[in-house]
């Protein structure tokens, strides 16, 4: 199993962002928010402790061997993806949190058609019932579960 | 006193067409709820516990044991075919019974995964049978200590077969305990991470953290490559040649189930460590002692068969502890403890002296689940095999919307969105990155579990390591870690050695 | 963040009603929620689902239970606090959380953010030991023997009890190794292996009640347990404190009296209903009272006040260091 060039500069810049994260919650986040107290058993920063520095020891080994593996290979570090692929990459998760959002003025169940709807339609779908059917079936699914089986209401 | 005809009378009283009947309403509503990512098995036990009220003590049991059969064998149809873990115990499933799904084999992949799950389950309650009432207090020799060093063991397991880069399995590893931690600290009452959340208090809420790592983060990888590669469903349609499962194939994967039932009864008589611990504990070893460890994670029926096989093992195996020492062993056994309170009976070690007939008929009354539950399983597979049928652009939002639904029922509001959310970002990383989140997801599901009994370890034994000599079982397993280790660095050095000799000749 | 699923649950339920105001003697018009703070099948969650079928019954609308777990019933009322649905939404909880709650950690909570419409049952917490161990099933043997022995272990499962325990200890001067447990499922297996010489039960030890696995050394009630009427409780065993638990159904205070005295009416004629009393006396074993307004909120705040004076005296909350 040979990595191959990408996944070597996957894991060279992976491993620095995991190391810088590390450095972060060793050195600020563990220390202020880890609790603190006398305790017989454990600190309870401990375990929190220990699994940073796993955390560090790893990815500080990954970037090195990784970056010594992509310098042999002479190939160059960066090749930074177009803009047009990030916006790819970023649009889902900007469309499943405005949803989120919206979740927090208005009952999911109102929400659903919209949710499922919009995404078949923007996933290329142009069939009217299709779209419509998609919507609504999982809208009334959770209707029934939550109104009439569950008996919470509206969610 | 334990006369054949108790017995017998036992299953005459199972087998009328009245318990039948309501033992099949349990497993098919337990199943259909499996089904359902988002909705678990507590879930469906708190629904149906209103509605035992009107049953009599007999079916009331039966039905909700029924039912939580029921969620176990279910939750493998939705993590084989959408990737989600209906129960978080079945994240195990997924990472074989998807490829599988995927490659075009889902109907095997389900089959696979149902009769695993009716073998274990099967045996796993003759098991119960047989061993709960004179050998339940062997739990009991199970004390923090040899808990602790289990759990070490588990850990250091699983960490070495997830596979992958070793470093970036650890890392995940490291990040999994972290967030293991967050909470009230069990010893000092300390607030760790909480940031002044009181959801936060009892730690990240594990079902969203599920669902957002495996099922919504991979909405977002498969959305990445639908849009990439337009071809339509990745799920190919039902009608390959090799997507029915024959009986040579079935024999091959039944030492694997075997085994998988052992491990999965163990950890199930064991109070406290729950099914996600047997499963990935079964998974591990199936990979590690295969003969084509790299075929895992890559749709090997093993795989699928190791995980479900020893999930439904742990459910009947928890019922040990519960029926010998009134101790339940899991979220479903303290359920049951109580529908029996409400039905006027006091779960323990009295019951076979005060409702033995009770009792036998359970028993009886959980084998028939189990048939029903391969009679349900088996048919409506065809039925389920159909979502493979549905085309990928659709099943991506519904999914997507079921993730969001699944945590707004279980009330865990916006607060709960947005941590499914976050972690729907993380294993994201995790997957294109390709750190191992299985890795994660068991440090994360043990750490809560390994820190209380390693606290309630060293105040016992007031830090004293010697105490490990009068505890065998302890020391065995503390042994057995450090072997396991060495033998890990080993053998990745040697993997390295390999890699370095074949990339410079 | 506030928002919960109940309250967006109680807008649309408001909203399909229509916004005809409902007239105080109306109430309730609607269905409500009740809310428990602990998982489903404790014995909180039981009772809670037979309280609700009888409330159904008096109040003439459903009564739905939601569970909302987390933070020894804290999550519920850190919602609870901020809800605004007028009685509607209640909790249904043990007193624990209300009074030493927000004294241990921070909450979002206090003790005057709720109105406390009546208690409905009577905890029987207490100190449990197991079989055949060297001091026997008495308190004052337990406390020589303890005296004797440093490290005699003890497993803790609430704040509360920790709390309780460290005084006990501070007066008889014991050096107990304290361990820490999660709930009575996590207690039971440590006391019945005798790996941990005494231990806290909420109400785990009514389970061994018969079969006598599982022997009160000291009830934690106000009076002696109605199960184990020969264990002493605190006041006889020469501790000056009442932790005496009452279960409780709490509304935000900002509820209209006219709905507080319906739903307590309500409640009332719950106590005496058969069904409540069987599930809460004969299974869960804990005696139900009915407690009024005034009087529980007088008893929660008087025992307040008592924990305040006892963390002053033990010099903070225990484990809580510097």
Known sequence: MIPDTQMLRKNVWSGLGVTLVTCWLLAWLIPRYGGSGMAFGMHPQRLATLGAWVMLLCAIALTLVSFIQLRKQRVTLFASPSLAVIWHQLWPFLYVLLFIVLAIYLPLTWLAPFIVGALVMLLGERRWYVVALAAAVPTAALYLLTVHLMRIGVV | ?505 | MKKTLLSSAIITAALSVGITTAQADDFPTKPLTLVVGFGAGGSTDIQARVLANVLEEELGQPVNVVNQPGAGGGVALTRLASNRDEGYTFAFGTSMTITYGPLATETAYQLDDFRYVAGVTLGQSAMVTGEDRPFGNSWEELIEYARENPGTSYATQTALDRMIIEYIAQQEGLDLRIVPTAGGAGMAPLILSGDVDFAYSGGTHSGYAETGEMPVLLSLAEDRLVAFPDAPSMQEAGYDINPAEIRVVMVPKDTPDAHVERLAEALEAATQDERFIEITEERILMPVVYMSEDEVTQTLTEQTESYKALLEELGGVPGEGE
Request: net charge neutral.
């Open chain 2, 1 to 505: 006193m334990l006369e054949l005809s108790a017995i017998t009378s036992a299953f005459g009283d199972a087998l009328t067409l009245h318990s039948i009947g309501v033992i099949f309403g349990g497993v098919l509503l337990g199943y259909l709820v499996g089904v359902i990512p988002g909705l678990n098995r507590s879930v469906a036990i708190a629904i149906a516990i209103p509605l035992t009220f009107y049953m009599s003590a007999y079916a009331a049991i039966a039905f909700l044991i029924g039912l939580s059969k029921g969620t176990a064998a279910g939750s493998a149809v939705s993590a084989i075919l959408l990737n989600t873990p209906g129960e978080p115990s079945s994240a195990a499933t997924c990472l074989d019974g998807y490829p599988m799904a995927k490659n075009g084999q889902p109907r095997k992949a389900l089959k696979v995964g149902l009769l695993a799950s009716v073998i274990g389950d099967l045996l796993s309650t003759l098991l119960l049978i047989v061993v709960v009432i004179p050998f339940a207090s062997i739990a009991l020799k199970f004390g923090p200590y040899e808990l602790a060093a289990i759990l070490i063991f588990a850990l250091v397991f699983i960490a070495g077969m997830a596979g992958g880069s070793f470093l970036k399995g650890m890392a995940a590893g490291g990040m999994g305990v972290i967030l293991g931690t967050v909470g009230l600290d069990p010893e000092t009452g300390a607030m760790r991470f909480t940031f002044g959340y009181a959801e936060l208090m009892e730690g990240v809420p594990i079902l969203p953290l599920v669902i957002g790592t495996l099922a919504l983060s991979e909405m977002f990888v498969q959305l990445d490559e639908y849009r990439r590669s337009k071809d339509g469903s990745s799920i190919r349609l039902t009608n390959n040649p090799d997507d029915n499962l024959s009986y040579s194939e079935f024999k091959r994967t039944l030492p694997t189930i075997f085994k998988s039932t052992g491990i999965g009864a163990f950890v199930g008589a064991l109070p406290g460590l729950g099914p996600s611990v047997g499963s990935f504990m079964a998974y591990g070893l199936a990979k590690r002692s295969a003969k084509d460890p790299d075929s895992f994670g890559k749709g090997n029926p093993n795989g699928i068969a190791a995980a479900e096989a020893a999930d439904n093992a742990v459910i009947p195996a928890s019922y040990i502890p519960l029926f010998g020492l009134g101790i339940p062993g899991s979220v479903s056994a303290a359920l049951l403890v109580g529908a029996f309170m409400i039905h006027g009976i006091q779960v323990g070690p009295l019951m076979l002296r005060d409702h033995p007939q009770m009792l036998f008929t359970i028993f009886a009354g959980m084998i028939v689940a189990s048939l029903i539950m391969l009679a349900i399983g088996w048919y409506g597979l065809r039925l389920f095999a159909k979502v493979t049928s549905v085309p990928q652009n659709i099943v991506i939002p519904v999914v997507i919307f079921l993730c969001l639904a699944g945590i707004q029922v279980q009330g865990y509001g916006t607060f709960g969105l947005l941590t499914v959310f976050g972690f729907a970002i993380f294993g994201y990383f995790l997957k294109k990155f390709d750190y191992s989140f299985v890795t994660f997801l068991v440090a994360f599901i043990v750490t809560p579990m390994l820190e209380m009994n390693l606290r309630q370890s060293v105040i016992l034994s007031g830090g004293e390591i010697s105490i490990l000599l009068q505890r065998p079982i302890a020391l065995f397993f503390v042994v057995a870690t450090g072997l396991l280790v060495l033998h890990l660095l080993w053998s990745s050095y040697r993997e390295y050695r390999n890699r370095r000799s074949l990339s410079s000749p």
